[in-house]
């Protein structure tokens, strides 16, 4: 059998297109080191939107080509000049946050027709707005954290808001769409709560004021599978050494500003919920391929609440996704086989599905 033709994409016009390339470098790497099974055509997105064809996955350089997506029965992306095409068997996003992860990207490959990883446009959509994953994670019988939405177009109640947020602090107000805790403010004083939201709706039209759990224990599921079979991964735990909360800096800029425990020192019950919960909040989004489901746990009580779920999570060997399901013995190079396998069989359902009228 020839070799699988695996685009890589990454980059992409958002605020974590450099978490992106890190995440990929590490999916073609791996996916690389199977060369009589894969054959990986990096595909770096630019943060203008442009597309370039690398010889080696990483930050642009000036040796990429610059290609163009086009829908040809033979091939998926052509040099800007003609000069060459390639066709795809499948393409592996590893995007992540606005324009990427948020069912934009899985709406044009859609209309690419080309089978692709990861969560369809729907469930991508969804997962990437913290309200609806907050509300169809309530509907389906899972703990969610206490909120108001504030639109940025539409007059609120300031008062009712803040005898809201007095009786809560410190609250969390956060854009409803965004990721990598870009425009998030703890709040711990009523008087922040004003800059707080111009902040966050800097970023989206629409912003949460989350009620807060002080010192919140950070708990991490992940799950991957298809319509008939999902598996969730042992827990993991990670903990902010720099700074109040999992801020940006945390995250990415301070080196060691975060410590993860794999798996996570939670009592076993409580592991069960949360993969229980895991696996129910995917399947209530439609979800197939992969995610990272995250929850909040309060320290004081051990309550625990769903927060959010990232459909395309980070996914360098740093990253938690690997090291969770490396945690429960499944090995990384295999999901991503998985994962491949899963958007061919995707692709193949949905072009059985009818388009005529006629029986
Ligand atoms: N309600 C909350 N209570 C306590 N901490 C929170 C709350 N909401 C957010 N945080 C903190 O802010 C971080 C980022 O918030 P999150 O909702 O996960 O947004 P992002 O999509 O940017 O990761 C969390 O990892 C956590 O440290
Ligand atoms: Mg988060």
Redesign the pocket.
Known sequence: MPPTKVIVLYGGKSTEHEVSVHSAQTVCRMLASQPEKYQIYPIFISKQGYWFLQEECGPQTPKDLPVTPVIRPDALVQALDGSFSIGADVVFPVVHGTNCEDGTLQGFLETLNVPYVGCGVLTSAVGMD?ELTKLLAREAGLPV?PYQKISKHIAYDKTALENWVKDRL???V?PVR?????G?T?VTHVEQLELALKQALQFDSEALV?????H?R?IFCAVYGDEEKLYTSACGE?R?VAGE???YNAKYVVAGGCETQVPARIPPETEEAMRRDTHTLFRQLQGHGLARV?F?MDPKTGEY?M??I?TIPGMSETSLFPQLFEASGVNYALILDRLIEIARQEHAQKGQLSLSRQL
């Open positions: 913290k954290i410190p609250v969390f956060k965004l990721g990598s805790s870009v998030i703890k989350e009620q807060g759990i002080d919140a950070e990670l902010t909360f999992f801020d995250d909040l609440y927060s959010e990232n």
